[in-house]
T-cell receptor
Framework: DAKTTQPNSMESNEEEPVHLPCNHSTISGTDYIHWYRQLPSQGPEYVIHGLTSNVNNRMASLAIAEDRKSSTLILHRATLRDAAVYYCILRDDGNSNSGYALNFGKGTSLLVTP | DSGVTQTPKHLITATGQRVTLRCSPRSGDLSVYWYQQSLDQGLQFLIQYYNGEERAKGNILERFSAQQFPDLHSELNLSSLELGDSALYFC????????????FGPGTRLTVT
């Protein structure tokens, strides 16, 4: 799977939007962009995923650049509960031989302040 | 609550020993994944089982083995334990053997002394 690059840490104020960037310049055509987060002392939690089009769900939005070399996870109103490590992961969902494991990098540690 | 359960929550053992970690997937999920999280290596994929069969292998040591039983629960066996095996071990499940979101359990914290 191709590599992703994320900032080590970001800070946000409560109730403000947060834009978490991810660069993936070597993404291949069948790589899906997945976001997971890990709250303190918990297992990772699925957030959102997409291939080419922007995606929205109850937790967040995913904006994907037209050339797919970067994406942004958007939390519309950060709460204290959103403080976590956010992982941007590429997975070749079009290749059944590779299995479907998630290749976690270091992620972005998001701090939310009241 | 993801619906994935892992036991035990904590495990303390000595070097050279063998331990078994247990995972029960969400109801209806056929795939189980094992991950290891340590301070220096981060979250690493170990192995995946789908409906009782090994599906994919990651950075799993030869001292480690896993299996998935007919009732779909899975066990991860760690033997000849070393200090460096101290880590959080997560199990995740997904509905199929293919793409789709994975649901993670709360983890087992293993401490090797």
């Amino acid at each position: 799977d191709a590599k992703t690059t994320q900032p080590n840490s970001m800070e946000s104020n409560e109730e403000e939007p947060v834009h978490l960037p991810c660069n993936h310049s070597t993404i291949s055509g069948t790589d899906y962009i997945h976001w997971y987060r890990q709250l303190p002392s918990q297992g990772p939690e699925y957030v959102i995923h997409g291939l080419t089009s922007n995606v929205n769900n109850r937790m967040a939005s995913l904006a994907i650049a037209e050339d797919r070399k970067s994406s942004t996870l958007i939390l519309h109103r950060a709460t204290l509960r959103d403080a976590a490590v956010y992982y941007c992961i590429l997975r070749d969902d079009g290749n059944s031989n590779s299995g479907y494991a998630l290749n976690f990098g270091k992620g972005t540690s998001l701090l939310v302040t009241p | 609550d993801s619906g994935v359960t892992q036991t035990p929550k904590h495990l303390i053992t000595a070097t050279g020993q063998r331990v078994t970690l247990r995972c029960s997937p969400r109801s209806g999920d056929l795939s189980v994944y094992w991950y290891q999280q340590s301070l220096d290596q981060g979250l690493q994929f170990l192995i995946q089982y789908y409906n009782g069969e090994e599906r994919a292998k990651g950075n799993i040591l030869e001292r480690f083995s896993a299996q998935q039983f007919p009732d779909l629960h899975s066990e991860l066996n760690l033997s000849s334990l070393e200090l460096g095996d101290s880590a959080l071990y997560f199990c995740a499940s997904s509905i199929g053997g293919s793409y789709g979101e994975q649901y993670f359990g709360p983890g087992t914290r293993l401490t090797v002394t």
